[in-house]
Structure formats: structure tokens, C-alpha cells
């Protein structure tokens, strides 16, 4: 079963489905993503607090793409708390301002873990890099794709008392 799912991953991650792209309100995949975490999650006791704004702009998106993207880093955040005695992960959106015009949206993971190590900085978003005993090092390469797909970028800031991951969407035209 182990070796399928491997195999399994491996292939979508080959071969991802086509996306559907249709105007969406980010706060549904958002909400979905630590849903999913929550079902998944083999250890108890993180939280996630979230602050999702009602006045974010729609943007251009797949939500099953975005729902896996954002669990993914809401995964990795939480993995990255659970040896933290007060482990915390908020998961918030903003929209991009350009003086009176929004031009996108920003969702930001932040997790107090003890950060990304130095010399793997530059590798998190190669395939197959992992410091998971189990883990296959596919999460984060396709938050990248998924995010590019979607026109948008990943910014990471890490030290040792914590790590954010931005990904900035632009805003869909007119609603569309």
C-alpha cells in the first residue's frame, strides 16, 4: 500500500491534472486546507488560527489545486510545531493594494518551529528533498508549480523561531 501510494504520488506529481480555472473567493481552499490537515494529522494538539478578511479580492484559480497547495504548507507548518511546547500556525490573507486599485492577494502561513535549516534553503522546493522520515519531498514542489500555474509566486522567510510562506495570487479581472 505504501509503495502505491509512493508510486501514486509520483505520477500526479509527473503528470498533474489540467486545471480548471474559474473566478474564486481564496477563503474556501483556504478553509478546506486545514480541514484536509486536520483529517490527515497523526499528531493532536495544533491549531490553527486564521484570519481571512470578507473584503479579498476573487482571483483566477483552480480550488482543488489551491485546497492542495495551502494543505500543504499548512502540513509543513504544523509538522514543524509539534515538538514546540506552545506550537502555533495562522494561516491569514490580505489582499494587494496598488493605491486605490487591488491587484491580488496574499496567503500567508506562519509557524513557530525552529525554521528551515541553513543548507536546505535553497533545495525546499527541489523534488524529493525532505527531512520526513516517511515524507516523499513532493509538497512543496507543488505548491511552487501550483503557484505558478496560477501566475503568482512563493516567498519563504525563515530563521529559528519561525517560518512564513507567502503566496501571492493576482486578482481576477472584472470578477473573471
Known amino acids: 500500500d505504501r509503495l502505491d501510494l509512493i508510486i501514486t504520488q509520483i505520477n500526479n506529481f509527473a503528470h498533474p491534472p489540467e486545471l480548471n480555472f474559474k473566478a ?4 474556501s481552499p483556504m478553509r478546506k486546507a486545514v ?5 490527515r494529522a497523526t499528531q493532536n494538539g495544533f ?3 486564521t484570519k481571512l478578511p470578507d473584503d479579498l479580492p476573487c482571483v483566477l484559480g483552480d480550488e482543488t489545486a489551491l485546497t492542495e497547495a495551502f494543505a500543504h504548507l ?15 500556525i495562522t494561516l491569514s490573507a490580505k489582499p494587494v493594494r496598488d493605491g486605490s486599485h487591488t491587484s491580488g492577494v496574499v496567503v500567508t502561513v506562519h509557524d513557530n518551529g525552529k525554521g528551515i535549516a541553513a543548507e536546505l534553503k535553497d533545495k525546499i522546493f527541489s523534488p524529493f528533498c525532505t527531512t520526513k522520515a516517511r ?3 513532493l509538497g512543496l514542489p507543488i505548491v511552487k508549480r501550483t503557484v505558478f500555474d496560477h501566475n503568482g509566486r512563493v516567498d519563504v522567510d525563515s530563521n529559528p523561531n519561525g517560518t512564513s510562506v ?9 470578477g473573471e
Open 47 to 49: 491549531s490553527v488560527e
Open 166 to 174: 507567502s503566496v501571492i495570487l493576482p486578482a481576477a479581472e472584472n
Open 135 to 137: 515524507g516523499m519531498g
Open 24 to 27: 474564486l473567493d481564496l477563503r
Open 35 to 39: 480541514e484536509l490537515v486536520r483529517s
Open 74 to 88: 499548512v502540513a509543513n507548518a504544523a509538522e514543524a510545531t509539534v515538538d514546540q511546547p506552545k506550537g502555533r
